[in-house]
């Protein structure tokens, strides 16, 4: 059953470094989002994305933060200058675009910011 | 804002049903979700009904809707050990829209 994947599952970084959280979806799906969570709190909504551009995005996706589609595979999360806060666990995820389907979640990469 | 409500834990016994219990507060939503979260694990898709529905059964799992009081539960039947685990709840006002996520509830299987 195709799924939707990340990577890596674990980055450590310091404090004030750029990080890339990598995702691949599903592959005939056009919608992708990312979300946090972080430890002992809820999920977050952070931004989706389709036909190449941003369609939403909350107001924790600050400057700080860029999506991209690299290629046709490739949905990436990019933190420009990473903060203590930034701690946590970042999920991907994708759908198909109809009504019938749900968004399907990757595994997710636990970022921890030193 | 939308907000979802539910009761952080549970403890239910070994072959016992358990019902997990969410309320959510956007009158909009058309979808609503129930995910599970096994530790240090992602978000699995466990079910999900469309807001027209009362009601949706899937082997172990009933989804039951009330619209009116904006109440979603999700009962699993003899319940395992390995249903230990957290359960979100998740409302959507529209397929295309973000997800909005409840706290979860850390569902406690004893033997």
């Known amino acids: 059953e195709p799924e939707v994947t990340q990577t890596p599952s674990h980055q450590v970084t310091q404090m004030g470094q750029e990080v890339i959280l990598r995702c691949v979806p599903i592959?005939?799906?056009?919608?992708f989002y990312w979300y946090r969570q972080i430890l002992g709190q809820k999920v977050e909504f952070l931004v989706s994305?389709?036909?190449?551009?941003?369609?939403?995005k909350s107001e924790i996706f600050d400057d700080q933060f860029s999506v991209e589609r690299p290629d046709g595979s490739n949905f990436t999360l990019k933190i420009r200058s990473t903060k203590l806060e930034d701690s946590a666990m970042y999920f991907c995820?994708?759908?198909?675009?109809?009504?019938?389907?749900?968004?399907?979640f990757g595994p997710g990469t636990r970022l921890l910011v030193l | 804002g939308e907000d979802v409500e539910q009761s952080l834990f549970l403890s239910v016994r070994e072959g016992d049903s358990s019902v997990i219990n969410c309320t959510y507060t956007?009158?909009?939503?058309?979808?609503l979700y129930w995910y599970k979260q096994e530790p240090g694990a992602g978000l699995q898709l466990l079910t999900y009904?469309?807001?027209?529905?009362d009601m949706k059964q899937d082997q172990r799992l009933t989804v039951l809707l009330n619209k009116k009081d904006k109440h979603l539960s999700l009962r699993i039947a003899d319940t395992q050990t390995g249903d230990s685990a957290i359960y979100f709840c998740?409302?959507?006002?529209?397929?295309?829209?973000?997800?909005?996520f409840g706290p979860g509830t850390r569902l406690s299987v004893l033997p």
């Open positions: 995820a994708s759908r198909v675009g109809t009504s019938e389907e749900t968004q399907y």
């Open positions: 592959s005939n799906h056009l919608y």
């Open positions: 994305f389709y036909n190449n551009e941003i369609s939403e």
């Open positions: 956007d009158s909009s939503s058309t979808y």
């Open positions: 009904i469309f807001s027209n529905m």
């Open positions: 998740a409302e959507t006002p529209d397929y295309g829209q973000n997800f909005v």
